[in-house]
C-alpha cells in the first residue's frame, strides 16, 4: 500500500507580526525602596524556611506511616472499634494531622509577615505616613 507522502506546509513570516499579542497596557516596573526590599527579603526566607520544614513534616507523615506499618507488622493485627488499625492509621489519621501541618504553617506564614516592619514603632501604632 503506498501512502502520499507527507509534506510540511509553511508560510512566511509577515513582515511586524509578533509571537505574543501586545499587553493591553503597559505593566509599570515595581522598584520597593531599599528598607522595604530588605523586609520583603526577609519574610520570603522565614517563609520558605516555614515551607521546608512543612514539606518535610508532610513527607514524613505521608511516607512515614506505611513505612511504620511495614517495620511492625504487629500492629497491622490490632483492631480498633472493630477495624485494623493499619487501615486506620492509613486511611483516617493522616487527614487530621495534615490540617494540623496546615495550620501551623498558615500561623508561622502570618507571624512572618507581621513581624516588625520598616518604619513601625511598635504594635498598635499606625504607621507613619509616607515622604
Same mark, same amino acid.
Given at each position: 500500500?503506498?501512502?502520499?507522502?507527507? +509534506?510540511? +506546509?509553511?508560510?512566511?513570516?509577515?513582515?511586524? /507580526?509578533?509571537?505574543?499579542?501586545?499587553?493591553? %497596557?503597559? #505593566?509599570?516596573?515595581? !522598584?520597593?525602596?531599599? $528598607?522595604? $526590599?530588605?523586609?520583603?527579603?526577609? !519574610?520570603?526566607?522565614?517563609?520558605?524556611?516555614?515551607?521546608?520544614?512543612?514539606?518535610?513534616?508532610?513527607? !514524613?507523615?505521608?511516607?512515614?506511616?506505611? !513505612?511504620?506499618? %511495614?517495620? /511492625?507488622?504487629?500492629? =497491622? &493485627?490490632?483492631? #480498633?472499634?472493630?477495624?485494623?488499625? &493499619?487501615?486506620? #492509621? #492509613? $486511611?483516617?489519621?493522616?487527614?487530621?494531622?495534615?490540617?494540623?501541618? =496546615?495550620?501551623? %504553617?498558615?500561623?508561622?506564614? *502570618?507571624? $512572618? *509577615?507581621? /513581624? *516588625?516592619?520598616? &518604619?513601625?514603632?511598635?504594635? &498598635?501604632?499606625?504607621?507613619?505616613?509616607?515622604?
Amino acid at each position: 500500500m503506498n501512502r502520499p507522502r507527507r +509534506v510540511a +506546509v509553511t508560510a512566511p513570516p509577515e513582515p511586524g /507580526a509578533r509571537s505574543r499579542p501586545a499587553p493591553a %497596557h503597559p #505593566v509599570p516596573e515595581t !522598584v520597593l525602596d531599599p $528598607a522595604r $526590599a530588605e523586609y520583603a527579603r526577609t !519574610v520570603r526566607r522565614a517563609q520558605l524556611r516555614r515551607v521546608a520544614v512543612t514539606l518535610a513534616c508532610g513527607a !514524613v507523615l505521608l511516607f512515614g506511616l506505611p !513505612v511504620l506499618l %511495614h517495620a /511492625a507488622p504487629g500492629l =497491622a &493485627g490490632w483492631r #480498633v472499634g472493630g477495624l485494623p488499625l &493499619g487501615w486506620i #492509621v #492509613v $486511611a483516617w489519621l493522616p487527614y487530621p494531622l495534615l490540617a494540623l501541618l =496546615a495550620w501551623w %504553617h498558615l500561623r508561622g506564614a *502570618e507571624r $512572618a *509577615e507581621r /513581624a *516588625e516592619r520598616p &518604619g513601625d514603632d511598635g504594635p &498598635g501604632t499606625p504607621p507613619a505616613p509616607p515622604p
